[in-house]
């Protein structure tokens, strides 16, 4: 698998899978209805920030991340990063190539730490997966998120030092 910066030429690749992760409404606080144009401005970031994918041994694009400053001015020596995997794909390490990989890009851009600020509590799968890579849930905002079956659900904050 190959990680790689996005390009334009990515966007309708990563769209069907970033929709589809988007409207399942059980991950990301986006607006359930956003459109292709909405979803490409949140996501395709300019430099200094990143977006990278993750493209298969037959050339798909199998996941996308987005690397970015947590929080301006004083908190601008902190990192934060979001991943999709297309849902045909998961468990294949595509999440975990993605996020080593973001950590690699904050590491050489001089950030000394990585935080999520939303992660949902009912993704289990990417809270145990951060877990693995070092962060630490530090926080937990509690029915903070609506999940579509879970009903109000808490986010955690993760981070990491680098």
Not at 32 to 58: K, M
Not at 68 to 96: E, F, I, K, T
Request: proline share 6%.
């Amino acid at each position: 698998m190959l990680i790689r910066d996005a390009t334009a030429e990515d966007w309708p690749a990563i769209w069907p899978f970033f929709h589809r992760i988007v409207a399942a409404g059980e991950t990301y606080p986006y607006p359930l209805d956003l459109d292709a144009e909405q979803g490409r401005a949140w996501w395709l970031l300019a430099p200094p920030d990143r977006t990278a994918v993750a493209v298969d041994d037959a050339g798909l694009v199998v996941g996308t991340a987005k690397m970015n400053v947590n929080r301006p001015g004083n908190g601008d020596h902190v990192a934060s990063a979001s991943y999709m995997v297309d849902p045909d794909r998961q468990a294949r390490g595509v999440g975990r190539a993605l996020c080593e990989d973001s950590l690699r890009w904050a590491r050489a851009q001089g950030f000394a730490a990585m935080e999520f600020n939303a992660v949902v509590e009912t993704n289990i799968y990417a809270v145990k997966l951060y877990e693995s890579l070092g962060f630490r849930i530090t926080g937990t905002q509690p029915r903070a998120f609506r999940h579509p079956t879970e009903g109000l659900v808490g986010l955690h904050c993760m981070h990491v030092d680098l």
